[in-house]
C-alpha cells in the first residue's frame, strides 16, 4: 500500500511516495530467487531495478538506498563480478539519482576493495581476482569524480589504485594517478589523512625521479602542521623524503636543516641511536655547506647542544670550523665523517662530489681567515700556508671573488694578493678626521687628569 507525504505547496516541497512495504516484499522476493539458483541473479537484478525506478521517481530516498544496497548485495553473493560492476554503473548514473543513494553504492562496494584502514587495497591470491579488484576501484572512482559529498572516498580510492599499480612495478602511472588529486583543497579529510596523501604523491614523484614535481608537492605541506604534536611520525618521514630530494639538487646546507628538523623530534631525541645519526648528519651538511650567515648561525647553536658532547668527531669539527684558524686537511676525524651512511647515500659519484666539496669548503675556510689577518700577501706564501698548489689557490680566490664571499685582487707579475679595498679619498679623509677626533679627546681626557693631579698635590 502507497501513500503521498510531503505534498508539494506552491512547488516548494516535492512528492513523497512511501514505497517501504513493496521494498521489503520485493526485496525478499528477489533474495529468495538468487538463493534459488545464481541463474536468477538477472530476473532478480530486473525486479530490483523496476522498483529502484519507482522510489526514484517517488522521492523514497531511504527505499531507494536499500534497493541499491540489495542489487549490489545479490551481486556479491552470487560471485558474479561482472553483474557488480554493471550493476554499480548503471545505479549510479541514472537520471535524477539521489546523492544519498550515490553515497550509499559508494560506501557498499568500498568495502570489497578496501582494507579497514581504509585506503590499502584487499590482498588477493590471484591474477583474476587482481583485475576484478582494479576494474572495480576503477569504476568506484569513476563514480565519485566531481561529487563534493565523495571526495574523500575518491581520495582514498585513488590511493588504493596507486598502490595496486605500484605492486605492479609501474612507479610513473602510481605517481600519475596520485597527481591528479589536489587532496590540500578537500575539505572533508582530516589533517592527518591530507598530509598522508601528499607525503605518498612525493614518494611516488621522487620515485619516479621527477624532482621538479616532487619540490612542488612539498610545497603543499605546512610546516607548522606536521610540528604539532603527535605528528611526529609524518613529520620524520617528510623531512626523509627532502633529504632525497636535496641529495639529488647536491644542496649540503637544506640537507643539514633536514636532518637537524628529524633530530629535534621528540619521538627521535627519546632514541639514542637515532638523534645521534641526525645529529652527525647535521653536522656532516654543515661542514659541506658554503659559508654564510644562517650557517654560522646554526653551526653555533648546534655547538651548544648538550647531545654534542657525546659525539666527540662532531664537537671537534664544529669546534675547528668555528675559530678564526687556519686548519689542516684532512681534518683530525676526516675518515669517521666520511664513513656516515649519510655521506655514502647516493653512490659513488656523490660520494666523490662530497669528497671534493669537503676540501673546498676548508679551502674556503682558510682563505677567509688569511683575509682577515693578512692586508697583502705573497701568492707562493699562502699557497705554502694553505697546503695548495699557486693555481689551485689562484682558482679559489676567483671562484670566492666572483660568488661575493671574500674581497681580493691578485699582482700576478709581482705575486701578491691584496685583502684589503684600496679606500678612496672620502674614506680616507673621514678615516683620518675619525682620528684627530679620537687623538683629540685623548689629549683633552690626558690634560684633565694632569691639573687633578696637581690640584691635589
Known amino acids: ?35 534459488a539458483s545464481t541463474d536468477n541473479l538477472r530476473e532478480a537484478l530486473a525486479l530490483l531495478a523496476a522498483l529502484e525506478k519507482r522510489c526514484r521517481v517517488g522521492n523514497d530516498t531511504t527505499s531507494l538506498v536499500k534497493v541499491c544496497e540489495a542489487s549490489l548485495q545479490l551481486c556479491k553473493d552470487a560471485s558474479d563480478d561482472e553483474a557488480l560492476v554493471a550493476t554499480l554503473k548503471n545505479l549510479s548514473t541514472r537520471r535524477s539519482q539521489k546523492s544519498k543513494a550515490v553515497s550509499a553504492l559508494v560506501h557498499k562496494a568500498i568495502t570489497w576493495v578496501l582494507e579497514g584502514d581504509g585506503y590499502s587495497p584487499l590482498d588477493v591470491s590471484t591474477d583474476e581476482q587482481r583485475v576484478i579488484r582494479e576494474r572495480l576501484v ?9 561529487k563534493i559529498f565523495l571526495e574523500a572516498e575518491r581520495a582514498r580510492l585513488t590511493r588504493a589504485l596507486a598502490t595496486i599499480k605500484e605492486e605492479e612495478g609501474d612507479i610513473a602511472a602510481a605517481a600519475n594517478v596520485l597527481q591528479d588529486v589536489h587532496v590540500e583543497t578537500y575539505g572533508s579529510l582530516s589533517k592527518r589523512e591530507k598530509v598522508e596523501f601528499i607525503l605518498e604523491q612525493m614518494r611516488l614523484t621522487l620515485g619516479k625521479q621527477d624532482y621538479i614535481r616532487a619540490a612542488i608537492v612539498a610545497g603543499k605541506i605546512n610546516r607548522k602542521a606536521i610540528a604539532e604534536e603527535g605528528m611526529e611520525q609524518e613529520k620524520i618521514k ?29 619521538s627521535v631525541q627519546a632514541d639514542e641511536n637515532q ?42 669539527t664544529l669546534k675547528l670550523l668555528l675559530r678564526k684558524e687556519i686548519i689542516n686537511f684532512p681534518l683530525p676525524h676526516q ?11 647516493g653512490g659513488d659519484e ?30 707562493k706564501r699562502l699557497a705554502q700556508l694553505l697546503g695548495l698548489k699557486p693555481a689551485e689557490l689562484e682558482a679559489e680566490i676567483a671562484s670566492m671573488v666572483s660568488d661575493g664571499s671574500v674581497y681580493a ?49
Not at 3 to 29: F, H, I, M, N, P
Open 1 to 35: 500500500m502507497t501513500s503521498r507525504q510531503g505534498a508539494a505547496s506552491g512547488g516548494q516541497l516535492e512528492d513523497r511516495v512511501d514505497l517501504s512495504a513493496e521494498t521489503d516484499s520485493k526485496l525478499l522476493q528477489a533474495q529468495q530467487l538468487v538463493e
Open 138 to 146: 576503477v569504476t568506484l572512482r569513476d563514480i565519485t569524480d566531481g
Open 238 to 266: 617528510f623531512f626523509t623524503l627532502m633529504t632525497e630530494y636535496h641529495r639529488h639538487e647536491k644542496d649540503a646546507f637544506e640537507l643539514a636543516k633536514d636532518y637537524h628538523s628529524i633530530y629535534s623530534t621528540s
Open 275 to 316: 638523534w645521534r645519526d641526525a645529529l652527525q648528519s647535521s653536522v656532516l651538511f654543515l661542514a659541506l655547506s658554503p659559508y654564510s650567515n644562517e650557517q654560522q648561525d646554526m653551526m653555533n647553536r648546534i655547538y651548544i647542544d648538550p647531545n654534542l658532547e657525546k659525539i666527540d668527531s662532531c664537537r671537534e
Open 335 to 345: 675518515t669517521e665523517l666520511e664513513s656516515m651512511g649519510a655521506f655514502t647515500i
Open 350 to 379: 656523490l660520494t666523490s662530489h662530497w669528497r671534493k666539496t669537503f676540501h673546498t669548503r676548508i679551502v674556503q675556510h682558510n682563505v677567509r681567515v688569511a683575509a682577515l689577518y693578512y692586508r697583502r700577501i705573497h701568492g
Open 409 to 457: 685582487k691578485i699582482d700576478r707579475p709581482g705575486d701578491i694578493i691584496r685583502f684589503a679595498a684600496k679606500k678612496t679619498p672620502e674614506a680616507v679623509l673621514s678615516d683620518w678626521a675619525s682620528d684627530i677626533s679620537s687623538l683629540l679627546d685623548l689629549v683633552e681626557s690626558t690634560t684633565h687628569l694632569i691639573h687633578k693631579e696637581n690640584m691635589t698635590q
